[in-house]
């Protein structure tokens, strides 16, 4: 296991891009629209893991939602498993609450599921599986 990216919810990637190619003396990788979750998301790599700046593309979008409730921050943070089914199955036995039952499409593509804060130390989890 390792952290894959941290999500950082962000009002604007106009605004907030520049400021992380400051930080981190690199432009993002990538920035693409992930429809399912309703953000437009900018990717910036660094080293094995990656930071994921989210800027919410509708008024419902839970990175919009997130920020007029908490500001910007610290979203999510991804961990990676070998089998995002079974990991799953796995955790709901063990009594953490999940929001996603079954895995949905994240940033590239790939699958990802949320487990609920409530049952994880206030942290929103996603998990990913490792390709
Ligand atoms: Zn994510």
Redesign the pocket.
């Known amino acids: 296991m390792r952290i894959h ?1 941290l ?1 950082i919810a962000v009002e604007s990637l106009a605004t907030a891009v520049p400021l992380f190619e400051k930080l981190l003396g690199k432009a993002p990788e990538s920035e693409e629209n992930v429809a399912d979750q309703k953000v437009r998301v900018a990717v910036f790599r660094l080293g094995e893991s990656r930071l ?1 700046l989210l800027e919410g593309t509708s008024a419902d979008s839970p990175i919009t939602r997130f920020i007029s409730k908490r500001g910007q921050g610290i979203h ?1 943070l ?1 961990l990676t498993v070998p089998n995002l089914a079974e990991a799953l199955g796995k955790l709901e036995n063990d009594g953490i609450h999940l929001i996603d039952r079954e895995p949905r499409v ?2 590239g593509n790939e699958r ?1 599921a949320f487990l609920h804060p409530s049952s994880t130390a206030g942290v929103l989890i ?1 998990l ?1 599986e490792e390709s």
């Open positions: 990216h999500g994921e999510h991804t994240g940033a990802v996603e990913i």
